[in-house]
């Protein structure tokens, strides 16, 4: 990644509190990464840390590659949100995990059945049962994106 790139993530984080706290957490767990490429062809943006395997990179810094904002998922619980907002977060987490599926003549379809379901009270208690808004989304966007899957 150009030095420009890791100084604007730095400066980011000086304004913005929820960013300072991500980088705080990376460290915690192993690192803030070293360095970052962005395929400007497919819009993927990986990173590494001190030298290691290229994985796709946090959203937080994605979005700041990308230039667009970051959405945190921890504040938004998809079982009591109003319906237009979880249409929103599926449709960003669907960019961010898997952008090809924006097109697919279904999304739009699949997101309002994703919707409905739930709105099933016994999808509403498996996810009041999980621990936190972030193991919520991950069932929710692991179920709407395994549906195209199976197609």
């Known amino acids: ?85 979880v249409g929103s977060m599926l449709r960003y987490f669907t960019d961010y995990y898997r952008g090809d599926l924006l097109n697919h003549p279904y999304f739009d379809e699949a997101i309002k059945a994703t919707i409905r379901g739930i709105h099933r009270p016994s999808v509403r208690q498996m996810l009041s049962d999980l621990e936190d808004n972030y193991q919520r989304w991950n069932r929710v966007v692991e179920a709407f994106l395994e549906a195209f899957d199976e197609e």
């Open 1 to 85: 990644m150009h030095s420009k790139l890791l100084s604007a993530i730095a400066r980011e984080a000086e304004n913005n509190p929820q960013l300072a706290a991500i980088l705080q957490e990376m460290r915690r767990q192993g690192g803030v990464p070293t360095v970052i490429m962005h395929d400007v062809n497919t819009g993927a943006v990986t990173s590494s840390e001190n030298g290691g395997p290229f994985m796709p990179t946090h959203a937080a810094i994605r979005s700041i590659v990308m230039g667009v904002p970051y959405r945190d998922p921890g504040l938004v619980d998809p079982a009591t949100a109003e319906d237009d907002e």
